[in-house]
Each structure stands twice: as structure tokens, then as C-alpha cells.
């Protein structure tokens, strides 16, 4: 079955500055890449998604890249603000596959 | 409608009792989920429903009964847990549009503690 390792486990970043999160999969036939955000005591949001059709997709300040080649997908947060410190999850699925197999998790602090 | 509710928001149970989750959905989605997730972890698949029907059952343990009564509404039954199962469970859904991996919507979540 799927793996999906998602690194780092923690990432503090300063207000302002750019917040990058990993993720590697294992099976190739993995071709839909959501990532979640999620505050404390709260439901799991979608913030992007990714197809394997596609190499980036953006949306104002976050974006997200696939390298399909080394199977790994990347999230990209620019100029943070405090409100989006939260744990941010990706995963990873493939048609017929209703499953979604998730990432450990990053947690995400941004520094006033 | 573009939620998915879940009722209810905590439960307190002891390991004797029966008790259900409810889930419900308006947009017309076709698939439906149960997540467990235990704190600082990822949701962990349970159970989905594909037009009403189980279509994938993670080696659940019996205690938990799903039901899907109508393309709206999803069930968690509950019975004799463990306090191990004290958990967020969360339910999702999706459209099912032939052809592709369609997005999963979560809902708030059901706290659990089981005594």
C-alpha cells in the first residue's frame, strides 16, 4: 500500500518569512495530492490540492509542487501571518483508491 | 449547503453503554467516510461508504457498526469500547465523479471518551 512520509514534524518561521513542507510517496500510481490544514480542535481543511497532470498550482500565497519523477510533493506558504500556524498535513491518493493515505503531519508556528 | 455536520460534538460513554454518531451532508456527495484520530496524529480511514454501500472496511473492530441509512447520512454505532477508543472521529465526503480522486470534506468531529 501507499507510504507517505512527510517532513519536518515541527517548523517554526518568522511573520513574513516563507514556510516549505515535504512530503514523499511511494506508489506510483498515487495521482491526487490534497494538503490539510488544521487548528487546534478543529476539523481538517482543505487549503490546495494537486494532479499528477499537473507540476504547480498556486493560490495567492500558498503553492504546491510535484515532482512525479522522485515522488514528492511539496507545500509552500509565503509571507505568513500569525493565523496560519496550525498542523498541516498532506496526502496522497489514486483513482479507484478511495483512500487517502495522510502524511504524519508538520506542525506549523509562525513568530509575531 | 456546502457543511458536513456531525452531532455530536462530545461524548462521554462508559464501556457498557450503546451509543451512536451521527454525520449529514447536502451536497450531493456520494461517498462518505469515517476517520478515527487520536491527538498529534493523522486521521486514520475506518470505514467508506460508496453510494450507500461499504465499500472499504480498514479491519475495524466489531464495536463499531457503520450504517449509511440514505446518501445523506452516515452512522457510527457504538458499543462495549475500550477506553482506547477515546478519540476525534471524524466523518467526510465526496463527490465521486466518475474519472478522477475527487476532494474529501471533512466534518467537525465527534470527541470521544470512553470511561
Known amino acids: 500500500g501507499e507510504n507517505v512520509e512527510q517532513h519536518p514534524s515541527t517548523l517554526s518561521v518568522q511573520e513574513g518569512d516563507s514556510a516549505v513542507i515535504k512530503c514523499t510517496y511511494s506508489?506510483?500510481?498515487?495521482?491526487?495530492f490534497p494538503w490539510y490544514k488544521q487548528e487546534l480542535g478543529k476539523r481538517p481543511q482543505l487549503i490546495i490540492d494537486i494532479r499528477s497532470n499537473v507540476g504547480e498550482k498556486k493560490d495567492q500565497r500558498i503553492a504546491v509542487t510535484l515532482n512525479k519523477t522522485a515522488k514528492h510533493f511539496s507545500l509552500h506558504i509565503t509571507e505568513t501571518q500569525p493565523e496560519d500556524s496550525a498542523v498541516y498535513f498532506c496526502?496522497?491518493?489514486?483513482?479507484?483508491?478511495?483512500?487517502?493515505?495522510f502524511g504524519t503531519g508538520t506542525r506549523l508556528t509562525i513568530i509575531p | 449547503d456546502t457543511e458536513v455536520t456531525q452531532t455530536p460534538k462530545h461524548l462521554v460513554m462508559g464501556m457498557t453503554n450503546k451509543k451512536s454518531l451521527k454525520c449529514e451532508q447536502h451536497?450531493?456527495?456520494?461517498?462518505m467516510y469515517w476517520y478515527k484520530q487520536k491527538a498529534k496524529k493523522p486521521p486514520e480511514l475506518m470505514f467508506v461508504?460508496?453510494?450507500?454501500?461499504?465499500?472499504i472496511n480498514e479491519s475495524v473492530p466489531s464495536r463499531f457498526s457503520p450504517e449509511c441509512p440514505n446518501s445523506s447520512l452516515l452512522n457510527l454505532h457504538l458499543h462495549a469500547l475500550q477506553p482506547e477508543d477515546s478519540a476525534l472521529y471524524l466523518c467526510?465526503?465526496?463527490?465521486?465523479?466518475?474519472?478522477?480522486?475527487?476532494?474529501?470534506?471533512f466534518g467537525p468531529g465527534t470527541r470521544l471518551t470512553v470511561l
Open positions: 451536497m450531493g456527495h456520494r461517498a
Open positions: 496526502a496522497a491518493s489514486n483513482f479507484g483508491n478511495e483512500k487517502l493515505t
Open positions: 461508504y460508496s453510494y450507500e454501500k461499504l465499500s
Open positions: 467526510a465526503s465526496s463527490q465521486q465523479t466518475g474519472g478522477r480522486t475527487d476532494t474529501q470534506y
Open positions: 506508489d506510483s500510481a498515487s495521482n491526487y
